[in-house]
């Protein structure tokens, strides 16, 4: 799968090393995808769900935010972390998911393409929010359940004043105005215009700070 075209459509420069990194992580997805049908995103699709997207999002993100250590909860096989992780070169990725299958495929593509600064975690998000301290500057995730359960894990995660991002491809105004959990503000919510072969894509980023009670 090639992977110049999403990028071009969509304005995204990037290093060759990447690009080749990048390329080659998006052709093991598809090829353990035609055996174990991992994920639902068609192979055309694949590079812009899970280069493209995250890319966007970083690019808007890094106007407020020089994230040095990062987390990626419930990443499944890398999404959004690993892309993410090659827009933010300074900075430390732990991408954590409870699915053996997936976290092994994971780890053997992070260590394959050298992605140095990334780390794969097998593990529940229960347990890890009782053995980390809180202390990553961004914690992303594409929904680990219900925000506000999603938020309740990614509080326990955050350092103080930082960032939260969490992916929606569908913007629920009434769930993330319902949902309130104290310490966190929402700052913004990010709009990302995606363009997808034939059609423009509009997918959503919720962007909560943690602050002082």
């Given at each position: ?59 808007e993100l890094a106007k407020t935010v020089n994230p040095l250590k990062c987390i990626d909860i419930g990443t499944g096989f890398g999404n959004p972390g690993i892309a993410m992780s090659v827009y933010f070169k300074k900075a430390d990725f732990l991408l954590l998911d409870a699915s053996q299958k ?112």
């Amino acid at each position: 799968m090639e992977i110049f075209t999403p990028l071009i459509s969509n304005q995204i420069e990037m290093e060759q090393n990447d690009i080749d990194r990048l390329t080659n992580y998006i052709k093991a997805l598809e090829k353990w995808n035609n055996i174990h049908a991992l994920t639902s995103v068609s192979a055309r699709e694949l590079p812009y769900v899970f280069i493209v997207e995250p890319i966007v999002a970083a690019r808007e993100l890094a106007k407020t935010v020089n994230p040095l250590k990062c987390i990626d909860i419930g990443t499944g096989f890398g999404n959004p972390g690993i892309a993410m992780s090659v827009y933010f070169k300074k900075a430390d990725f732990l991408l954590l998911d409870a699915s053996q299958k997936k976290t092994a495929l994971l780890r053997k593509i992070v260590y394959d393409e050298k992605f140095e600064r990334v780390k794969v975690v097998t593990a529940r998000i229960e347990d890890v929010t009782k053995q980390i301290d809180s202390s990553f500057d961004l914690v992303i995730s594409r929904g680990i359940g219900s925000l506000d359960k999603t938020l309740e894990y990614a509080y326990e995660l955050a350092k103080l004043d930082g960032t939260i991002a969490i992916f929606k491809a569908k913007l629920d105004v009434k769930e993330f105005s319902d949902t309130k959990k104290e310490g966190l503000v929402l700052d913004r919510v990010l709009t990302l215009n995606v363009v997808y072969p034939l059609r423009e894509v509009a997918r959503y980023v919720l962007v909560y700070k943690k602050v002082v009670l």
